[in-house]
């Protein structure tokens, strides 16, 4: 994460869990901190500035 930004301890997770209103159980609770913490990880890699023309375009056709 950047300085910034931080992930949520898993009681602070924990806490706006409750606050949806869903019926989550302990377990669901921590895979969904645990992928959640993953996805801010994942999202730290992602370059700020990309050089999109370099990217080939993608073409799909229906022939294929």
Excluded: C, N
């Excluded at 019926?23 to 994942?42: A, F, M, Q, R, S």
């Excluded at 080939?56 to 056709?61: A, D």
């Amino acid at each position: 994460m950047t300085s910034s930004t931080k992930a949520p301890t898993l009681e602070e997770f924990r806490a706006r869990a409750a606050l949806t209103g869903l019926t989550l159980t302990e377990e669901d609770i921590g895979h969904l901190h645990k992928g959640y913490v993953g996805l801010l990880g994942l999202m730290e890699r992602i370059p700020e500035r990309w050089a999109w023309a370099a990217e080939p375009p993608q073409v799909f056709r229906a022939d294929e």
